[in-house]
């Protein structure tokens, strides 16, 4: 059973910089399509970025284009989520997921996927 686990969150002001990680274990994660969500206060989960297990498609939700960068060590077993210029609004819970289905990436940051880290909090305050 894969099991997803993140870590990097934190207080950040605004127009600074953050990387999250997701840290898989019980499963080699690059068999899985990945993505990180998060949940703002009083607000329900979105996908803000998908990618697909040969890293040859992605997906972005449009507010974070430009912002942020998802990408993949499959050696360390490893997903990262590189956000910079850092918004209040991106203040949230950040998940990580995956996914074996193979959907597009877009479609999975819609619907959702099928395994998840409990999150990590990231506020953007000044």
């Known amino acids: 059973q894969l099991q997803l686990v993140e870590s990097g969150g934190g207080l950040v002001q605004p127009g600074g910089s953050l990387r999250l990680s997701c840290s898989a274990s019980?499963?080699?994660?690059?068999?899985?399509?990945v993505g990180w969500f998060r949940q703002a206060p009083g607000k329900g989960r979105e996908g803000i970025s998908c990618?697909?297990?040969?890293?040859?498609?992605?997906y972005y939700k449009e507010s974070v284009k430009g912002r942020f960068t998802i990408s993949r060590d499959n050696a360390k077993n490893t997903v990262y989520l590189q956000m910079t210029s850092l918004e209040p609004g991106d203040t949230a819970v950040y998940y990580c997921?995956?996914?074996?289905?193979?959907?597009?990436?877009?479609?999975?940051?819609?619907?959702?996927?099928?395994?998840w880290g409990k999150g990590t909090l990231v506020t953007v305050s000044s």
């Open positions: 019980g499963d080699t994660l690059a068999r899985y399509h």
């Open positions: 997921a995956a996914d074996r289905s193979r959907v597009s990436p877009a479609t999975l940051c819609i619907l959702g996927m099928d395994y």
């Open positions: 990618l697909t297990s040969t890293d040859d498609d992605t």
